[in-house]
Nanobody
Framework: QAQLVESGGGLVQAGGSLRHSCTAS????????MAWFRRAPGKDREFVAG?????????YADSAKGRFTLSRDNTHYNTMYLQMNSLTPEDTGVYYC????????????????WGPGTQVTVST
């Protein structure tokens, strides 16, 4: 089973930027959709952004539109990135990457593969 590992979290001041990456240990390939979720303190896991199989389309939560950019490599499709700009304290949380064999869904229960998560803290 593919293992997902995130990197790129950390502490940043409001207005700053961070770039996450997620790498699958096995070759997921273009048959998997991948997505980023986050869990803010005291809240449920929420969808941030996702990319469809074969990189045909990306989608974003309203909170991410215009600030975050998701990309995935076009060779093996097993590395995904999330560039986060203009960060605010509301972006603080644990960021997870996830994958499923169907399509991008905002519901985390639709994903079969998860990374352990990486902490992002945005200070004022």
């Amino acid at each position: 089973q593919a293992q997902l590992v995130e990197s790129g979290g950390g502490l940043v001041q409001a207005g700053g930027s961070l770039r996450h990456s997620c790498t699958a240990s096995a070759r997921i390939g273009g048959n998997y959709a991948m997505a980023w979720f986050r869990r803010a303190p005291g809240k449920d896991r929420e969808f941030v952004a996702g990319v469809s199989r074969n990189n045909n389309a990306t989608s974003y939560a309203d909170s991410a539109k215009g600030r975050f950019t998701l990309s995935r490599d076009n060779t093996h499709y097993n590395t995904m990135y999330l560039q986060m700009n203009s960060l605010t304290p509301e972006d603080t949380g644990v960021y997870y990457c996830a994958a499923n064999r169907y399509d991008v869904k905002p519901d985390p229960s639709q994903y079969t593969h998860w990374g352990p998560g990486t902490q992002v803290t945005v200070s004022t």
